[in-house]
């Protein structure tokens, strides 16, 4: 029998379903992939495995066996033991999963005594021993650390370390490397692989990356709406899709590379030697005893029309730089802007220069006022820089050129997906013909089939209006599809720079090379064990 | 006019909280009914009809010799017996249906001051003669008005201080804070005996004077609002396209502390209307013989051998501050994100 069956399974909102009739099983020491685009009700699927439905939400019909039982109305004393001690969660968001009150050893330590009483010494002995196996460096010195005195991905192996405590026989990964830079990424799957196969782990893992399911999975359900289009072991699925949806996903890929630049294009923007630091302060006195030098002595030049590059995993510098460019930060150093130095212009003039240069930010839901429409949104830049010339047929001309219609103008952001919503953040920057916008990661928070648009829509907007781009990104093969031109930052210093080609097929640094394997090629990374 | 789908669906919420929903029409209706208390409770007739003239005393100051010759030239006063008679001797006269405005003596009382309930003073009369139940409604206005007053004026402060101090953070942020902190160290209570040894402190008065102190009640909130607000992705989008200060301020942040602010705004009013009673009970507050709840539970410490006193000013005072936390509640409730409408 197997570990786990589900069947016919339902999740209702009230009249609403979510999930509608999703059948699947699992094994011990398999690996089933939930795959679906955000929306298609695999993290739902996931969570009422162990009943942890957030408020509101049903199971209006189904039935769920874990290791032979019932968890659908199941008491609550079963549901504790299962949860945790039959199986184990990790989830997306490793930032706040954590308590950020709570020291990493306690909480690990209260995942190991929930389920069985211990003395004080042998459950510190357990902690250590988990977090050891979850490839967590030095554990035994810093159970006494607080989750945000960790790395992204030093978090997810608490995470890991917690859901494997209690030696649960289910492993189930919500979108476990999602939120980390790519190089970590390939590492805790390896991790994850390398425990499932010692232990005899079942693994539920959710994602909507299809590499690491063509990578780490032995069997493969594609999600849509909350229906499964389609199952079967991965090879035969990925060589042979039948169902049309799955066909999409797999031919969802950012392509194509960026027209070729003027030769002669004229400079546009020029950063000398920028830097930001932020002073550290402590004790009473607020005495600065460190400086974090986030963008460290950093020149830069963009053309017009032209796209730059800028690549660097979390906490690089990237965005900061950017902020800085557009003096949304305080910085030092000369930035260079249509021939005049921003750094001494007046707050009046500033502003009028705003017009010229936009930006467009990671996260659509986070990047557009709740309680304003779209129309108002994408005009509010106008009111300011251009006010009453023909407002409203100038916002619907933007808002056609991103794809979308008029009569969308009067609803709300929350009416609308992640990509349209992308699409309006794009409509807001473009619509004062602006000469460069700073796209900060504007693709990665989207599915793979809306970053395909987007990019054509953002390849097909430069070439109209000669828009410069400072493109921010940490995924490399959307960098690849757009840019000219490549800087790659760590530490808040450039490594790397050269014209994209150069960069892609010859990286001369060590730290662009690993880079590009963890992107490229996700099966050719070597896996050491600390981060 | 067209609603925002999360301004329906706070709608929805607080019309679903059946408790705070009637808390909230009850106090409407008492609140709008007590602005019109001269039409139920007062010493001059609502309509007199004399001598094939109409007469609206309610509303006009009428002297006394239109009434005939043996009356004076001074304001017509309509509890003169010998009035009435005049009036009823040449047309008739409607009544409201308590004839006591709260600074009416009561002339005929059968017992000495303080009276016991009767027909003709439902709730009694207080030691001075007067009508426990009118002084009630009059004094419901006053406290409620002096409230809403109040609490409009310190979050309008308070909104704008949080404001400028979540917005610009930094020095700004840290001189207002250590500002705040020794200011709300003045002893008020103080000050107010001293401001009442020089001047009789009237309505505008002492609303001025608690608004110095009372204004710091909502900063704390919109500040924190501000600071976490100016970091949003939708903010700094707004700063990068140009968007001055104050707009920015207005238009992405101000809405998100709202939110917090009027969670709050129907205990602050409470707590206005419990002040203001507080300061009429030691004496502090409003002029001698203005209407006040205060002041009758002041009359109930010093008259316990009439408990009618003591009864009406708990029944009332309870109520009301019972009614406002119940529609605190439900507004509360009403903003909660996380809360579902319907079962």
């Not at chain 2, 029944?315 to 406002?324: F, K, Q, W, Y």
Request: charged share 20%; aromatic share 8%.
């Amino acid at each position: 029998m197997s570990l786990l069956s589900v069947e016919n399974l339902s999740v209702a909102f009230g009249a609403k379903r979510v999930v509608d009739g999703v059948s699947f099983t699992l094994d011990r020491g398999e690996t089933l992939a939930l795959v679906g685009e955000s929306g298609s009700g695999k993290s739902l699927t996931a969570l009422s495995l162990l009943q942890l439905l957030p408020r509101g939400g049903i199971n209006p019909t189904g039935k769920i066996q874990l290791d032979g039982q019932d968890m659908i109305g199941a008491a609550p004393e079963l549901l504790h033991k299962a949860r945790g001690g039959l199986a184990g969660m990790v989830f997306q968001e490793p930032m706040t999963s954590l308590n950020p009150l709570h020291r990493i050893g306690h909480q690990v330590a209260e995942a190991v005594t929930l389920h069985r009483t211990l003395s004080a010494d042998a459950s510190r002995d357990r902690v250590i021993a988990a977090l050891n196996e979850a490839g967590f460096p030095d554990a035994e010195r810093r159970l006494d650390a607080f989750p945000h005195q960790l790395s992204g991905g030093q978090r997810q192996r608490v995470m890991i370390a917690m859901a494997l405590a209690n030696d649960p026989a289910l492993l189930i990964a919500d979108e476990p490397t999602t939120a980390l830079d790519v190089t970590i990424q390939s590492r805790i799957l390896s991790l994850l692989e390398r425990l499932k196969s010692e232990r005899g782990l079942a693994m539920l893992l959710i994602t909507h990356d299809l590499r690491i399911v063509r990578r780490f999975a032995d069997r493969v359900c594609v999600m849509k709406d909350g229906v499964i289009v389609e199952s079967g072991a991965v090879q035969t699925v990925f060589a042979a899709p039948a169902h049309p949806y799955t066909r999409m996903l797999l031919d969802a890929v950012p392509g194509g590379r960026p027209d070729d630049l003027a030769p002669d294009a004229k400079l546009l923007l020029e950063i000398d030697h920028a830097r930001v630091h932020f002073p550290v302060r402590r004790g009473l006195l607020r005495r600065v005893v460190s400086v974090v030098r986030a963008v460290d002595d950093v020149s830069l030049t963009v053309r017009e029309g032209e796209t730059v590059g800028l690549v660097g995993e979390s906490g690089s510098g990237k965005t900061t730089l950017a902020l800085a460019a557009l003096r949304l930060e305080p910085v030092l150093g000369r930035i260079i802007f249509m021939g005049r130095d921003l750094s001494v212009l007046s707050g009046r003039d500033m502003r009028r220069m705003r017009a010229r240069m936009q930006i467009v930010f990671q996260d659509p839901f986070g990047s557009l006022s709740p309680r304003m429409t779209v129309g108002d949104i994408v005009g509010e830049g106008l009111a300011v820089h251009e006010p009453g010339r023909d407002q409203t047929r100038r916002v619907i001309a933007a808002l056609e050129e991103v794809g979308l219609t008029a009569d969308q103008m009067g609803r709300y952001p929350h009416e609308f997906s992640g990509g349209q919503r992308q699409r309006i953040a794009i409509a807001r920057a473009i619509v004062l013909n602006p000469a460069l916008i700073v796209l900060d990661e504007p693709t990665s928070a989207l599915d793979m089939s809306v970053q395909a648009q987007i990019i054509d829509l953002l390849r097909d907007l430069r070439v109209r209006h000669n828009l410069a781009y400072l493109f921010i990104s940490h995924d490399l093969k959307v960098v690849r599809a757009l840019a000219h031109r490549v800087v790659v930052l760590r530490g808040g210093k450039i490594v790397e720079e050269g014209p994209a080609d150069a960069i892609f097929t010859a990286p001369r640094e060590d730290y662009t090379k690993s880079l590009m394997e963890a992107a490229f090629d996700l099966d050719r990374v070597t896996t050491p064990l600390s981060l | 006019m067209k609603l925002a789908p999360v301004t329906k669906r706070r709608l929805a919420i607080f019309r679903g909280n059946r408790r705070g929903f009637f808390a909230f029409w009850i106090f409407l209706v008492l609140f709008g009914a007590s602005l019109f208390a001269e039409l139920f409770a007062n010493d001059r007739p609502l309509l007199i009809r004399y001598d094939h003239a109409w007469y609206v005393p309610v509303l006009v100051d009428y002297s006394g010799d239109q009434f005939g010759d043996d009356f004076l030239p001074t304001d017509a006063d309509y509890t003169d017996p010998s009035l009435i008679d005049a009036i009823g001797a040449k047309g008739w006269m409607i009544w409201p249906p308590l004839r006591y405005r709260y600074d009416t003596t009561v002339r005929d009382l059968p017992v000495p001051s303080p009276a016991p309930p009767s027909f003709k003073n439902p709730l009694g009369t207080d030691d001075q003669a007067r009508d426990v139940l009118a002084r009630v409604i009059y004094g419901f206005r006053l406290s409620v008005l002096f409230g809403f007053v109040l609490t409009g004026l310190t979050s309008i402060v308070g909104v704008i201080a949080g404001a400028l101090q979540g917005f610009y953070g930094g020095l700004t942020d840290l001189l207002f804070q250590r500002f705040i902190e020794v200011w709300s160290g003045m002893p008020e209570l103080y000050l107010l005996i001293i401001l009442g040894s020089l001047i009789t402190p009237g309505f505008w008065v002492l609303l001025i004077f608690l608004l110095l102190f009372r204004w710091m009640n909502l900063t704390g909130v919109v500040r924190a609002e501000f600071l976490r607000g100016r970091n949003l992705e939708y903010v700094r989008a707004a700063k990068a396209l140009g968007v001055s200060d104050i707009v920015v301020m207005w238009r992405h942040i101000l809405p998100n502390a709202m939110v917090a602010t009027l969670t709050y705004v129907p205990f602050l009013l409470s707590g206005s209307v419990t002040l203001l009673s507080t300061l009429d009970f030691l004496g502090f507050g409003m002029p001698p013989g203005s209407p006040s709840l205060g002041e009758l539970v002041a009359q109930a410490k010093s008259n316990l051998q009439a408990p009618w006193l003591g009864i009406t000013a708990f029944c009332v005072l309870g109520g009301v501050l019972t009614l406002l936390i119940f529609i605190g509640e439900a507004v509360r409730d009403a903003f909660d994100p996380r809360r579902f409408s319907g079962p």
